[in-house]
């Protein structure tokens, strides 16, 4: 966007808010308003293999509960202390971070 090469894109966060705030975007849809009546909807995918999802249905129902309870940690808590936090081990993991405003803003 910011060479003008393309006119939109349809992202999930963070890059919605990057666009916005880095390349002048602008929203045109917030799909929030397209799923009623409180405008949730699925951001994140979790995939497994039949075989193993049989095998280890323990492990799989571990890991969703864990992502959903992280989730909501995350949206109840956007401090600073807790943007720290979530900074802190998405750079142990990944070895880079997420500006501290746009885990505010999205």
Avoid: C
Avoid at 25 to 40: Q, T
């Amino acid at each position: 966007m910011l060479k003008k090469d393309i006119d939109g894109a349809w992202v999930p966060e963070p890059w919605a808010i990057r666009l916005v705030k880095e390349a002048n975007g602008k929203i045109f849809v917030d799909e929030r308003e397209l799923w009623p009546p409180d405008g949730k909807f699925i951001t994140a995918n979790i995939v497994a293999r039949t075989d193993y999802l049989n095998e280890n249905s323990d492990i799989i129902e571990r890991l969703s509960m864990a992502h959903i309870d992280k989730t909501k940690w995350i949206n109840e808590n956007k401090e600073q202390q807790a943007i720290a936090a979530f900074n802190g081990a998405l750079k142990k993991i990944t070895g880079k971070t997420i500006p501290d405003d746009e885990i505010r803003d999205t």
